[in-house]
């Protein structure tokens, strides 16, 4: 079965402070995507990092990294220099590659950002 | 560019009763997935359109969901008749394939729905 796990159902950090969620997940499969997907409390989904399975180099954007460890299948994002503005709930998802596009998704880690 | 919508926003019903949830995804996407969220558990997929045709729909609960998207614009997801367990947060994305690589889904901001 392809499942998530986000150990993590809630953190909190300090701003300006780094914090790191983690995601491990488990198939067969050997090639599929991974992302991190946050939703703040207006609700609305986006899109914060991804990353293709076939790829060594962990993927970056601005003050988001991952940690891809395919042999132990963890994914975990690190955000550094963290914001008010990040305070939102994360979740971690994959998708196989080809034509079954159904992401499978985490619980997702609620973080809270603290002046 | 505009991004997904999705309306209502938020809808209360009473068991026995219709809704139906609208989506209009990112013009030009001919992807658009439907996923359900119900409190405390994982966001689970329910169908994927491609245009208008469904590409797969093997996490609609029942047929007590019916989902069309009529000429691969906006869909429609109806709940008739509405359960107490149908509760939570419905999302629609939407994705237009690239190229060697699989399609990143954009999505709407959810609609909550709460049966009493």
Redesign the interface.
């Known amino acids: 079965a392809q499942t ?1 796990t986000q150990s993590q159902p809630e953190m909190s950090v300090q701003e300006a402070e780094t914090v790191t969620l983690s995601c491990t997940y488990d198939t067969s499969e050997n090639n599929y ?1 991974l ?1 991190w ?1 946050k939703q703040p409390p ?6 914060v990092i ?1 990353q ?1 399975a076939y790829k060594q180099q962990n993927a970056t954007e601005n003050r988001f990294s991952v940690n891809f460890q395919k042999a132990a299948k963890s994914f975990s994002l690190k955000i550094s220099d963290s914001q008010l503005g990040d305070t939102a709930m994360y ?1 971690c ?1 994959f ?13 997702g880690t609620s973080l809270a950002v603290n002046p | 560019e505009a991004g997904v919508t999705q309306f209502p926003s938020h809808s209360v019903i009473e068991k026995g009763q219709t809704v139906t949830l609208r989506c209009d995804p990112i013009s030009g996407h001919d992807n658009l997935y439907w996923y359900r969220r119900v409190m405390g558990k994982e966001i689970k997929f329910l169908l994927h359109f491609v245009k208008e045709s469904k590409q797969d729909e093997s996490g609609m609960p029942n047929n007590r969901f019916l989902a069309e998207r009529t000429g691969g614009t906006y869909s429609t997801l109806k709940v008739q008749p509405a359960e107490l367990e149908d509760s939570g947060v419905y999302f629609c994305a939407s994705s237009q394939p690239g190229h060697g690589f699989t399609d990143t889904q954009y999505f709407g901001p959810g609609t909550r729905l709460t049966v009493l």
Do not use: P
């Open positions: 998530v995507y992302f997907y207006s609700r609305q989904m986006i899109l991804r293709e979740f998802a998708i196989f590659a080809g034509n079954n596009r159904k992401l499978i998704w985490g619980l």
